[in-house]
């Protein structure tokens, strides 16, 4: 049999028993309830038979009080006939209720009857009485006062042919011998209920303790196994198997548990040979974070170049501004050398902005974002104003600039970022073209309908150009072609890389095809506006 079963049958048990100990306690509490409440009634008969009786002997002392002429009260005597009658009642309705838990204890007796008749006979002396009691109360002392104690004696003690008196006291000694015999008997069902109470008590301990020894031997086994088992496990041991006894939960316990170990055993197996696996990409990772780690002393090295390239970019428009100072203030000079001067100072200052500008474009974080003001702006209008800004420096350089700008195009940006951008394309272009060299700048709005237009800018040029295995790295901050080093020792490598950051924040993107000694072309595309377009709210960053 299962042990589950058994447990339940078990519980069962002690279920039953548990309600039949509580059902016999209800029934205790129940026998013991009716013995005290029948107990309490004869006790109320015995006490109302009594105050009968002392009532009846109140009554009579004041007729006699009323024939001798002595001092009474005239309503008195109506008072205490009308008390007799109220306490012959209650006695009856006790007498009822007696019966009836006699009647429902089985124990009926004839001193119910002898009870119901007395109390006919004393509720008829006292209705008698009422006439008496008005002819005493109206004739007082006057008359024959033998004649009349003889006629109330009469009333007072004689009725259907018996003596009263001697039916009242039959009635007191009646009921204060049941009394006895109820307390009596309510002391014996209470000693009888209390010893069937503790048997069942003793009974219910008893099968409750019989069934915790069996079960605890029932469990010991089992148990004994289960641990060993546990032990043995803990202990690494994989081979060791619990004894499988009989078909109850146990065994079905143990079964499972060995086979867990038999899957342990495969598993740790295949642990082993994991391991071994991982090992091996442990060993290719640590080469690969060793490589990485070279890239990234060799970016280190990079940055102190790139520290050094930014002292040596900012001491130049420095040393210029100072030393245009220096000379200025040395002695007189015409108006000409003045303005010369002052030009070579504002161009110098402008370098020196334009490199601050750039470096702190490149101390952004990655995760910063930009603070943009996007509204709808002409496109013509930042580009015609990086050109004028271009057009000194491509003078200088002998670069001629050829532009061709299509009919007006509404983009959604920031006007200023936007200059930038074009700007940064410009100087690049200007700066690695070769004097003499033209740049082509070229603006036109895409719109076949198939979707959204694009705004097109292609910036291109006829110098150094950028060979096909750096065409990738010239966006990345701080790098810089090896013919672009050669060509322009002073520069950073901040330009394009800023550019694209700034074209990808506004939806915007940058495409460079380029041909070694060849030239270069830069394409900048922006999403054109259509009519009745809504906006984003730009949040501030």
């Known amino acids: 049999m299962p042990f589950r079963a058994r447990l339940l049958a078990a519980f069962a048990a002690m279920a039953l028993l548990a309600l039949a100990q509580g059902g016999l306690n209800a029934w205790i509490a129940s026998t013991a309830e009716l013995q005290v409440l029948r107990g309490r009634i004869a006790g109320d008969l015995q006490s109302g038979f009594l105050d009968l009786s002392a009532t009846k002997q109140r009554l009579r002392a004041w007729s ?49 009857k002898h009870r119901d008749e007395a109390l006919k006979l004393l509720a008829a002396s006292v209705v008698a009485l ?7 109360s109206a004739q007082g002392s006057s008359g024959n006062i033998l004649a ?36 009596a008997d309510a002391d014996r069902a209470l000693v009888r209920l209390n010893l069937l109470s503790l048997a069942t008590t003793v009974l219910l301990g008893l099968a409750a303790l019989g069934l915790a020894v069996y079960f605890a031997r029932a469990l010991r086994r089992p148990l004994h196994d289960l641990v060993r088992g546990a032990e043995a496990f803990a202990r690494a041991e994989l081979g060791h198997r619990i004894p499988v006894r009989g078909r109850d939960e146990f065994a079905g316990a143990a079964t499972s548990i060995n086979r867990m170990a038999q899957e342990l055993s495969l598993r740790r197996d295949q642990e082993a040979r994991i391991r071994g696996e991982l090992e091996g990409l442990v060993a290719e990772r640590t080469a690969a974070l060793e490589e990485a780690l070279d890239g990234l002393r060799q970016s280190e090295r990079r940055r102190r170049q790139l520290l050094g390239e930014i002292s040596h970019e900012l001491r130049t428009p420095m040393a210029a501004i100072r ?47 930009l603070p943009l003001d996007r509204q709808p702006v002409d496109a013509r209008l930042p580009l015609e104003e990086a050109l004028v800004t271009l057009t000194s420096a491509a003078q200088q350089r002998q670069i001629r600039l050829e532009t061709d700008v299509d009919a007006p195009a509404t983009l ?52 150094i150009g950028i060979a096909p295995d750096e065409l990738d790295r ?11 080093r050669g060509h322009r020792p002073n520069g950073m490598g901040l330009g394009l890389a800023i550019a694209r950051h700034l074209a990808e924040r506004q939806e915007g993107t940058i495409v460079l095809d380029s041909r070694l000694g060849e030239g270069t072309m830069v394409t900048l595309r922006f ?3 259509g009519e009745g377009q809504a906006f984003p709210v730009e949040q501030p960053a």
Request: proline share 2%; with cysteine.
């Open 64 to 112: 006699l009080r009323v024939l001798i002429g002595a001092e009474y009260e005239a309503g008195d005597g109506e008072i205490l006939r009308m008390r007799m009658a109220e306490t012959i009642v209650r006695l009856q309705q006790l007498s009822r209720e007696a019966e009836r838990l006699d009647g429902s204890a089985a124990r009926s007796s004839q001193d119910d």
């Open 527 to 529: 999403p054109l506006v």
């Open 148 to 183: 009349a104690w003889g006629a109330i004696e009469a009333i007072f003690d004689e009725g259907a042919g018996r003596d009263l008196r001697q039916v009242l006291n039959e009635s007191i000694r009646t009921e204060t011998d049941l009394l006895a015999s109820r307390r």
């Open 474 to 484: 010239v966006f990345e901050r701080t790098y810089r072609a090896g013919n672009a």
């Open 323 to 369: 030393g245009e100072a220096e000379v200025t203030l040395r002695g007189a000079r015409s108006e000409a050398e003045y303005r010369a001067a002052l030009t070579r100072v504002g161009q110098a200052s402008q370098q020196l902005a334009a490199l601050i500008d750039d470096l702190i474009m490149m101390a952004r974080s990655d995760g910063e974002t």
């Open 412 to 463: 959604f940006c920031d006007p200023v970022r936007l200059q930038q951008i074009i700007t940064l394309l410009l100087d690049n272009a200007v700066r690695y073209s070769h004097p003499g060299g033209t740049v082509r700048v070229k603006a036109q709005a895409d719109d076949s309908g198939a979707g959204q237009g694009h705004w097109r800018l292609d910036i291109v040029d006829q110098g």
């Open 130 to 136: 009422q006439p008496a009691i008005a002819t005493i």
